[in-house]
């Protein structure tokens, strides 16, 4: 018999393990303060703001954003650009023998022949913008599997 009361040593090591891992799981457990009331919804309310929480549909709704952002940028590469450009420096052997120099750049360019590539870069952003419009709708009809991006004939997931 040893002196712990006819335990092992081993035995109180396990139930002070034990000990330590419940006293940390209620420690981590929230305080019921953290707890609010439900609050009523109707139905069409909780219909409404259900999916906006979902995190598949925010980045449907961000694809959607950036397609739009691409189509603008698509139709903004017919518009003509202009830059300018200047530069100040010194020229000389030692800084008591020397004299600046500038110069000042103007230009402008136009784009008269492109291939139709800007307008296939067009009707390529209308018709991303125009998938990812469906996917965006399809959560709120409940079809949102069915839009989902196909690779070698199997849906992508």
């Known amino acids: 018999m040893d002196l712990l009361g006819g335990c092992c040593f081993s ?3 396990q139930r002070a393990g034990l000990f330590l891992l419940l006293a940390r799981t209620f420690r981590t ?3 019921p303060s953290a707890y609010l009331a439900l609050t009523s919804m109707t139905l069409e309310q909780a219909l409404a703001t259900a999916p906006k929480q979902r995190p598949d549909y925010q980045s449907a709704d961000a694809r959607v954003r950036a397609a739009e952002d691409s189509v ?4 903004a590469q017919r518009h003509p650009t202009a830059g300018v450009t200047a530069d100040y420096g010194d ?3 030692t800084p008591n ?6 110069t000042f750049t103007a230009s402008a360019s136009i784009n008269l022949f492109d291939g139709r590539r800007i307008e296939g870069d067009i009707v390529q952003a209308a018709l991303d913008l125009h998938q990812y419009r469906v996917i965006h709708r399809s959560f709120f009809s409940g079809r949102a599997d069915r839009h989902r991006p196909r690779i070698c004939g199997r849906s992508a997931r």
């Open 11 to 13: 035995q109180m090591l």
């Open 29 to 31: 457990l929230p305080k």
């Open 72 to 75: 603008k940028a698509a139709q």
């Open 91 to 93: 020229v000389g052997t």
């Open 97 to 102: 023998n020397s004299h600046g120099t500038f």
